[in-house]
């Protein structure tokens, strides 16, 4: 028997492997939409929905990271493969965090349910904020499975997008509580909010970082060191 | 040549592996310290000190990753050993992420350095959940290379305390801005840096659950998720 037909197997087996990580990616990118939705429509189901489907995602998670180990295990991959595992193992974990931070939000969408509304067009801009982190999860799960360090690297950029929507929101968060004390609660709760929907835009830059890595071999982990540390020490020590 | 220097060399590399993660997360665990040392001292040395040691924290992932990475390509390893490997990747990442937070830490403390200080028992407590959640760091290390799964279990209910005091602490704050909303920057300051100590508690209690993993073979990962649920319904309809 040649090894053809085993060649075939493990190719068809990776393919699996980015078919899981593509369903969990779903679930976890509509899950982020459900979380925010709960908020601003104040639906309790679309909360249920999300701790329904946080089952499933920690489920997956656990399948995945089985079925990869086992690959590496019998198939004893090299080189490229061998890299593909690990990262997919390590998209996993970035998956899986997302979906932690969906139920975070969700949690704290159902504490604020029954209080007074905030002003509308906060709750416009945080359902921006959580289309962009949405479409972020999506596209970086397209360049995994398509191998595309080009989309990889074009995410990296509209992550800046979220920081600057997000510092937005939160400077206006903070003028309306110094305004009126009474908001504090609820301004904190869209506040925490906005930072876990960036924290879910950062767990998608990590896994294009990791696109990058396998695609390019070249390892972008920690290109932006040096340009934070001179952030902030324009922010210590203001002109 | 029979195979046992080969076995006993792969048994040295491991344990070179266990080495770096302890090296790194000595490391880590120190940032901790100087991250809430540089706020609560006002001190901007400490505060350089965390971000040089940020590059080292950075080039120990990339190193250990390769490290890990080439082991199994090399070694081909199976069954326990393979698992080693998969949960040293992990930690790894688990770690860099640590010390983002310790350096996000350290960008917020130098960014009030010039600002009035806060109320000296703030201080006291937030240096009290700092002292937590690095130990905490330094006891789950402790668990891996030790493969102690009763320690690591210890570790997850001592991630409970850090919860408490942070919930005490956040709330204190929130009292503090609605009776007088000058401090809301501060406060806010101060507020986050306890989430991120929190979130170091949190990555440590997810190194806790793959060594219980990699001890028992029992995935605790998601044994917790009906008691949030149960949490969440609480808060979403107070009686």
Do not use: C, W
């Amino acid at each position: 028997m040649d090894t053809l037909p085993r060649v075939r197997h493990f190719d068809a087996e990776l393919e699996d492997l980015k078919s899981q990580l593509l369903e969990m990616g779903g679930l976890v990118a509509s899950s982020v939409h459900r979380s925010i939705l709960a908020l601003t429509e104040r639906s309790e189901d679309l909360a249920h929905q999300v701790f329904r489907d946080e089952s499933r995602v920690d489920q997956m998670e656990i399948q995945i990271d089985d079925f990869a180990t086992r690959l590496i295990a019998t198939q004893q991959p090299v080189a490229r493969d061998m890299r593909l595992i690990v990262v997919a193992i390590k998209i996993n974990t970035e998956l899986e965090r997302m979906g932690d931070l969906a139920v975070n939000i969700t949690e704290r969408s159902l504490a604020v349910m029954h209080l007074p509304r905030m002003d509308g067009d906060l709750y416009r801009q945080i359902n921006e904020l959580a289309s962009l982190v949405e479409q972020m999860v999506l596209t970086v799960l397209d360049a995994f499975v398509k191998q595309d360090a080009e989309i990889a690297r074009e995410l990296m950029t509209s992550d800046n997008s979220v920081d600057k929507l997000r510092s937005a929101i939160g400077e206006e968060l903070i003028a309306r509580m110094q305004k009126d004390p009474a908001i504090i609660p609820r301004a904190l709760n869209l506040m925490f909010n906005s930072r876990s929907l960036e924290r879910i835009a950062d767990h998608a830059t990590n896994i294009a970082e990791e696109v990058i890595f396998l695609v390019k071999g070249v390892d972008v982990r920690h290109r932006f060191g040096a340009e934070r540390e001179l952030d902030t020490a324009a922010v210590a020590k203001p002109a």
